[in-house]
């Protein structure tokens, strides 16, 4: 029982308990794949609620930075507040790398496109960490 449940603790949980309360009951292979494959999302969900606001922090900090820009902070710590502000800080990444193409500045593009890099590791962690359960 938890006291002070995150959303990552409940994730887990509810992982834990198809993995090894519901998947032992179940005698159909294509439903016991299905049930893989919802275990696995339930765990990679779990990491992204665990961290997801400070990869966003991060990767913004990083785009300030590279970009010059002050880019403010969320109006609220609410995922749909911190969003947004994310999605203004992708609109200044774009902004910047359009302007270095325009400028021919192969340096800056390069720099500009190791953010873009580090946001798609990030993505990877969780969505290419994702082996679905009898797909290949």
């Known amino acids: 029982m938890f006291t002070r449940p995150t959303s990552e603790q409940i994730l887990l949980a509810v992982a834990e308990e198809v993995r ?3 998947l032992p009951e179940v005698a159909s292979e294509p439903v016991r794949v299905l049930l893989g494959q919802v ?3 339930l765990r990679s969900l779990a990491v992204r609620a665990a961290h ?3 990869w966003i922090h991060d990767e913004v900090a990083a785009i300030e930075e590279a970009t010059g820009e002050d880019l403010g902070r969320p109006s609220s710590l609410h ?3 911190v969003v947004a502000w994310y999605d203004a800080s992708s609109r200044a990444l774009s902004r910047a790398i359009d302007a270095a193409f325009a400028a021919g500045d192969r340096d800056r593009v390069a720099q500009l496109k190791a953010l873009l890099d580090d946001r798609s590791a990030n993505e990877m ?3 290419g ?3 679905l359960v009898g797909r290949g």
């Open 39 to 41: 275990e696995q999302i």
């Open 129 to 131: 960490a994702l082996d």
């Open 20 to 22: 090894d309360t519901v």
């Open 52 to 54: 997801e606001i400070a």
């Open 125 to 127: 962690r969780i969505v």
């Open 79 to 81: 995922l749909d507040d």
